[in-house]
């Protein structure tokens, strides 16, 4: 642990120490008098009304959750709107505070130079500015504050487009049900994920955050476009869901050996827990069924967990057995969407896995599916011997919304040999396989081991000991992978072989639409492929931005968001 | 009644569970004592809307939101400083920690302290404060670039 981290690890164990537990009888005493069940629904400014006038999308959406509803909203043409729709009030272009030209050239470092016309816009609540299949999408924050004024305008909240991030089109949006109004919305930029979250109210002390997910698309014809919003989850608590559900298999079809009828009955339970990214995962499982005994007999299988697992390289943690009856096997789950799909293998005596396909059996989710804000969702868990490293589970991670431009796994670490207390591995997709990095540590000597998988099922040991770099900081497009650095960057076309690519480096590497941004307060730089870069200058205010922003392009067309002071900064490049 | 003695049960249960969590995260952003209030209003606000607040996918999350917000009241004094009397506690650790925190944003602080301090992952404290796990690694390193840089220090 390096000398910061120390010093500020010991300070704030010892704040923690000096500080008293917030006790039970102090939050009610805090919380005054509450009647716990009186028909009243508290709102998120903490008044009560009458339970009929409760969020009416909440129910909503968890009637919704497990069908995919697509709502489209086909709005005319950008172009040929007339009259052109004017920009929202909101949005309202101001000179460029530091250079009225609002042109600026400049000699990037590295050769590169960047001819660019920035425009700085007050935010006014605008919202970000989103790039969704080519798309500039932005949506009004329903309130905001106007320039120079505390007071806060409470307006309805409409979504925007432009191909060009300079003239927009007010969508004509008849929003779903589910969606809380009003919303503020969220969209990461890659994973073609909106979600939803309200009401917000006036009062930005308190908002109430509950959430819909939406898989975005946008459909792009003959100069007009259609919005496609599908709802993807409820917000469905993972710990209620271990608690709670025990998921009832209706059928429970078995193949092979044992006949379908004979398998029953059959009850599941599974508990989960969120991972680092906010999805789900299996955590555990098992399912109970009896079998006749004259089946039983003619099946090559244990009978007790304890045989199972000390005999084979199961981990304890992804399955569980059976007995009275007693089959000792592996379950292997996929959540999908708002289905858990359950597929039960046998173990052979000699702990070996057999291949037996005993039974498969789709299990609908009470309360919709188990994403809560990302698509991603554990589709298989198997255990491996990691060979001289010692056994893991894997999970194979899968996007639920139909989208091929992210897919992760997300394996465990191995936690006898991680070394880093926040990274237990970077897994990224590249050229059709998953590739884990992780730091391992053998006999003293840090490194970087990479496996590789291109089902999830079956994993090799690919390389060993590369040079050491944040793997964390890998990003990937378009099957490139590039490692920043303050000075350089690493560049792989397979993820194993790297090598710098000279005169670049920066603070911070981003994935966009269209490729890569590589930043500093000082430039910016693009690049498709990771390889060649093409500077850009930045806006006068950016080189104080030490804090929020984001950036997003397409082609020649720059839109950076600064959170900090609400500008938003279109610019347009060009090379000259 | 005993419904109300299972409500009272759970929320007893969730706050063994989240008010550590809630109440470091909160102290990390706005210091020692606004933070632990901002953490008991926080829990009382959850116990108000608790049937609300049980179902959410992240109710500590939310309440870091709730909390924030106490804290955030024109009203209320949030002494960013208020790391000093700790670290005037602790001198052999570092003199100069609590004015280098208090230079940073309550976001890279509380990041910082969720990070260094409680060993949250970087997802866990994304989670924690509704941001992305880029955002938090973001963060991190920038703000102990700060740190390294006020403490003079290079590690």
Redesign the interface.
């Known amino acids: 642990m ?4 120390r ?10 120490a ?5 006790s ?1 009888e ?3 005493h ?3 008098p ?1 009647r ?2 009186d028909g009243m ?2 709102t998120s400014l ?1 008044r009560r009304v009458p339970v009929d006038r409760a969020p009416r999308w909440v129910p909503v959406v968890v009637a919704l959750s497990s069908v995919v509803v697509v709502a489209a909203f086909v709005f005319a043409s950008l172009r040929a709107r007339t009259p052109e729709p004017a920009p929202p009030a909101s949005y309202t272009t101001v000179s460029n505070p530091s250079d009225p030209d609002s042109t600026d050239a400049t000699t990037i470092d590295g050769g590169a130079i960047g001819v660019g016309v920035w425009q700085a816009h007050e935010g006014l609540g605008a919202g970000q500015v989103f790039v969704l299949d080519g798309v500039f999408m932005r949506f009004d924050e329903p309130y905001a504050r106007a320039p120079g004024s505390d007071e806060v305008a409470d307006r309805d909240s409409y979504v925007w487009a432009s191909i060009d991030a300079t003239e927009w089109s007010r969508l004509d949006l008849p929003l779903p049900d589910v969606v809380p109004y009003p919303a503020k919305w969220y969209f ?1 930029g890659r994973t073609q994920t909106m979600t939803a979250t309200g009401p917000v109210t006036s009062d ?4 109430d ?2 959430s819909v997910t939406f898989h975005a698309s946008v459909d792009r014809r003959d100069g007009a476009f259609a919005l496609a919003l599908s709802p993807l989850d409820s ?4 710990s ?1 869901l271990a608690l709670d559900d025990r998921l009832v298999i209706p059928e429970f079809e078995v193949e092979g050996l044992i006949p379908v009828a004979e398998a029953s009955p059959a009850t599941a339970s599974f508990d989960f827990e ?5 999805d789900l995962r299996v955590l555990s499982g098992s399912i109970v069924f009896t079998l006749p005994p004259d089946v039983l007999e003619r099946l090559p299988v244990s009978t007790t967990y304890d045989e199972c697992c000390d005999a084979g390289p199961l981990d304890d943690r992804s399955q569980r057995m059976y007995d009275h009856g007693a089959l000792v096997a592996e379950v292997v789950s996929a959540v999908l969407g708002s289905t858990l799909r359950v597929e039960v293998l046998l173990v052979g005596q000699d702990g070996q896995r057999t291949t037996i396909h005993v039974g498969e059996a789709d299990l609908h989710l009470p309360r919709g599916s188990v994403v ?2 990302t698509p991603f969702v554990p589709l298989t868990i198997r255990p491996v011997d990691f060979r001289d490293y010692g056994f893991a589970v894997e999970v194979l991670w899968i996007s639920t919304d139909g989208g091929t431009s992210y897919r992760a796994v997300q394996p465990p670490m191995l936690a006898r040999y991680a070394t880093s ?4 591995g970077t897994v990224v997709a590249q050229g059709g396989r998953f590739l884990w990095y992780t730091e391992v540590e053998l006999d003293g000597e840090s490194g970087i081991a990479v496996w590789s998988t291109e089902d999830g099922m079956t994993w090799s040991h690919v390389a060993d000991n590369l040079p050491w770099f944040n793997h ?2 890998i990003r990937v497009y378009d099957d490139v992978l590039l490692v920043p650095s303050e000075y350089l960057i690493l560049r792989s076309s397979d993820g194993l072989e790297w090598h710098t690519v000279d005169g670049h480096g920066g ?2 590497l ?1 994935v966009s639409t269209g490729g890569f941004v590589l930043y500093d307060s000082d430039a910016a730089y693009l690049s498709p492929d990771g390889e060649v870069w093409r500077g850009i200058a930045l806006p006068p205010a950016l080189g104080r931005i ?3 922003f984001d950036i997003r392009f397409v082609a020649d067309v720059i839109v950076i968001d600064e959170f900090d002071t609400g500008l938003t900064w279109i610019g347009r490049f060009s090379a000259p | 009644m005993l419904a109300d003695r299972l409500r009272v049960d759970s929320f007893t249960e969730f706050v063994g569970a989240a008010e550590p969590r809630l109440r470091r995260a909160l102290t990390a952003a706005y210091g020692s004592q606004a933070g632990r209030d901002a953490c008991a209003d926080a829990l009382a606000y959850a116990w108000k809307n608790w049937d609300r607040i049980q179902a959410m996918a992240n109710p500590i999350g939310y309440l870091y939101r709730v909390g924030s917000s106490v804290a955030q009241k024109p009203q209320q004094k949030v002494i960013r400083g208020d790391f000093d009397p700790v670290v005037e506690h602790l001198p052999w650790i570092e003199p100069g920690l609590g004015a280098a925190l208090a230079s940073l944003t309550d976001t890279q602080r509380a990041i910082v302290a969720l990070v260094h301090a409680w060993d949250f992952s970087l997802g866990e404290v994304a989670d924690l404060l509704g941001v992305t796990k880029s955002t938090v690694q973001t963060h991190e390193v920038r703000a102990m670039e700060t740190l390294r840089r006020k403490l003079g220090v290079n590690r």
């Open positions: 390096n000398t910061v981290s010093t500020i690890k010991d300070a704030y164990v010892d704040i923690d000096s500080q008293s537990v917030v039970i102090e939050i009610f805090r919380a005054g509450v716990p069940v629904h508290p903490g990461d930005t002390t308190e908002k955050r509950e917000s469905l608590d993972p209620k969120p991972t680092a990214r906010g809560q804000s207390w926040g990274f237990p964390s900081m603070d911070d981003e030490w804090e929020d």
